[in-house]
Nanobody
Framework: QVQLVESGGGLVQAGGSLRLSCTAS????????MGWYRQRPGKQRERVGG???????DYADSVQGRFTLSRDNAKNTVYLQMNALKPEDTAVYYC????????????WGQGTQVTVSS
């Protein structure tokens, strides 16, 4: 059973920073695709960014230059460093794990709330 547990969410003022963590219950490899989505109030879930099995990293235009993805395979953890936060970044953030090693299945965490006050 693969489980992803997110942490690090909370309330922060605009301009502040948070770092989200997502720890997998299984060993992860650089060939695994991992990243983050978010769901803002009243909106559909949207991709924030991800690290592909090929080693590239992509970000949504709305977070480019402010958010940074990283991973520590030894800790089975992926991080999302969020700087210069804006009220519109308020959302529930979900991490995911997928890739060919998982036979096409994508696993999701339970989500962590990030609230940015103006």
């Amino acid at each position: 059973q693969v489980q992803l547990v997110e942490s690090g969410g909370g309330l922060v003022q605009a301009g502040g920073s948070l770092r989200l963590s997502c720890t997998a219950s299984v060993r992860i490899f650089s060939t695994d695709s991992m990243g983050w989505y978010r769901q803002r109030p009243g909106k559909q879930r949207e991709r924030v960014g991800g690290m592909t099995s090929g080693g590239s990293t992509d970000y949504a235009d709305s977070v480019q230059g402010r958010f940074t993805l990283s991973r520590d395979n030894a800790k089975n953890t992926v991080y999302l460093q969020m700087n210069a936060l804006k009220p519109e970044d308020t959302a529930v953030y979900y991490c995911y794990l997928g890739g060919s090693r998982w036979y096409g299945k994508t696993y999701w965490g339970q989500g962590t709330q990030v609230t940015v006050s103006s």
